[in-house]
């Protein structure tokens, strides 16, 4: 996770955190367009998230909820004004993309998938958002109202000649979509953080909930790809995982789902 050491502008933040802020130096973690991120080093470390007006909700929620299960740092502050914010505990180690675990990406795919799989078998009765798939599909059909389709983060389209392909397929079959297992929702390397190899938590959780567990596989197999500059550990990861209890043919849809947006 990348930081850069700023100078705070003290107005850039609610008063509730300057006492934090002050006297500490502070870096800017931010990795997207989205959402600003500082880290503030002082004692074992926070994270401040800032983003528009009611999006970190649900993420404060979910994050809450991950801690109490022990997947997640510890909500420390939710707070909602102009915009929202959100403070967390750092949580120990290095996310999955730093260099000692890219060095090795066979014990990293392992890895990778046996916390997922982890993840999968916790109960959910209790999570606070038990429907994901609902606004899953609401997101794809309002990014296909708007023209949104992806051409970059997915650059063969997964074989779709065009958006209305892509959206056929999601209508035809998006009733086999199931709010059965506890996802992560971007289960993507920079979102799993280990402590030497060892899972320590789950970060960036505004996607998660009860949903399908193929979305997380889909986003686990594209995301040692990306990061890995291969496909070569697609196969080892849904192995390692149990394909037993994988639908393949899933993929083509959540990705017909994901190629908006």
Not at 63 to 70: D, E, N, P, V
Not at 101 to 130: K, M, N, W
Not at 172 to 179: H, M, P, Q
């Amino acid at each position: 996770m990348e930081r850069k050491k700023i100078t705070p502008n003290m107005d850039d933040f609610p008063e509730v955190f300057h006492t934090l802020i002050r006297d500490s130096k502070i870096y800017d973690s931010s990795c997207s367009k989205e959402a600003r991120v500082v880290y503030i080093d002082k004692d074992n470390g926070y994270y401040l998230k800032s983003a528009p007006k009611g999006s970190l909700k649900t993420e404060a929620e979910l994050t809450a909820y991950f801690h109490k299960k022990g997947l997640a740092t510890e909500v420390l502050s939710y707070y909602s004004a102009e915009k929202d914010w959100m403070l967390t505990e750092r949580v120990p180690g290095e996310d999955c993309t730093y260099f000692k675990y890219l060095e090795d990406p066979e014990r990293l795919c392992d890895t990778f998938a046996g916390i997922l799989r982890e993840l999968h078998s916790v109960d959910f009765s209790d999570c606070p958002v038990q429907n994901r798939i609902n606004g899953y599909l609401d997101t794809a059909l309002k990014n296909y109202k708007e023209g949104n389709y992806d051409t970059e983060l997915f650059p063969d389209n997964w074989g779709y000649s065009s958006a209305e392909e892509a959206w056929r397929i999601l209508e035809e079959n998006k009733d086999l979509l199931k709010n059965d297992t506890l996802i992560h929702g971007d289960y993507c390397l920079p979102n799993i953080m280990l402590d030497d190899w060892r899972f320590s938590g789950f970060i960036d959780l505004g996607n998660g909930g009860v949903g399908d567990k193929h979305i997380d596989l889909f986003w686990g197999a594209w995301t040692l790809n990306f990061n890995l500059k291969t496909d070569k550990y697609r196969n080892r990861f849904l192995d390692a995982y149990g394909r037993s209890d994988i639908e393949e043919e899933m993929f083509r849809v959540i990705a017909a789902a994901e190629v908006f947006g």
